[in-house]
């Protein structure tokens, strides 16, 4: 009976990293290669360059903005991107991101993870509107051909409390006052 126990001893233990398909020195790797991955992308979008920010990005990556505008690919990221923020007729001036994470990685094998997060996020608008706003994000990467690229990412603000909500309840208030 002790043989029979130690053997399943054995294989539980000789074989879990074959089950959830990362030891921890190849998960510590793993999230190295994830924190790069991020660093690289806020530095790409700190200058608003946009084709190094696709470099990072799957290309059948689905992006869902703050505005609720959902692009697939790279060139439809292109193109909200440009439109918010670089043709005649953009809306930002500027946007700075401060992303943090909330916890490692989740990692379903080798190639497949979900990270979250938050972020504080200044923006200028063309309007000479000037305010921050805290963000909530999450990100699905996957890698393939040994390179890390984002697969899915969604950010959002709490529509109940921010700046935007607050200046129109501030309006509602004053016309409330004058009416």
Known sequence: MKALTAFILFLCTSFTPLVYGQDAASDETT???????REAMV????????DSMLEYVHPNAVFTAMNAEVCHGREEIRAY??????????IVTSLKIKPTVDALTILYGGDTGVAYGSSVDHYQLVDGSDFEVTTRWSATVVKENNRWQIANFHSSA???D?????????LKLYLRKIF
């Open 31 to 37: 999230h190295n290669e994830l924190r790069a991955l």
């Open 81 to 90: 991107f440009n439109r918010m923020m670089t043709d005649p007729d953009h």
């Open 162 to 170: 921010n700046p935007v909500s607050g200046c129109l309840n501030r």
């Open 158 to 160: 709490n529509i109940f």
């Open 43 to 50: 530095a790409a979008f700190d200058k608003l360059d946009i």
